[in-house]
């Protein structure tokens, strides 16, 4: 079990974590093609609590590595960017046709490559193990919870609304914002 704490493995400690965390984002994806919006919202919240841990776990006992880093990246792609956009296509806006569900469509693929396009950014420009004192742009984990809060408002607003907020939240990812690191 020394692979556990070995900054060298792939299977660390805190690598394991992230795995978990993107075990999480696919069984999720499974329920909201099952129209079970709850279960999956569930598993997108532990998914984003093994987030907070696995990066908790790298820097508390050194086991940050390039490969962490990019698995990392694409557990959050996973859990923070397709997980809500895919929710919010199903659950919102699955009724559209026409002109409507290609609006929304282009909308929510906005927000994807905007998501992707953040976290590539983001791992071009870190150092494995170092941390910033602040974000620029609204990171990922953050970006998802704005949408969670969007999908909770969707009985209140229209769907216009709710792609309104997706496409801005989506700008917001890769803006000159300044958020503090925790």
Known sequence: MNFLWKSNSHFNLANLFTMVNITCGLLATYFITQNQFIPAIILAWV?????IFDGK?????KLSNEFGVQLDSFA??????LVPTFLIFQAV????EGISLVTVAIGSIY???SGLRRLIQFNINADAGEVAKYFTGVPTPL???????????????TWIGVLALMVFIGALLNSKVKIPHP
Do not use: E, N, Q
């Open 47 to 51: 998914g984003g609590a093994f987030d």
């Open 57 to 61: 776990i790298a820097r508390k006992y």
């Open 76 to 81: 959050d792609f996973l859990s923070f960017v």
């Open 111 to 113: 927000y994807v490559i």
């Open 143 to 157: 970006g998802a919870i704005l949408l969670w809060l969007t999908y909770l408002s969707a009985p209140w607003i």
């Open 93 to 96: 806006y699955s009724t559209l």
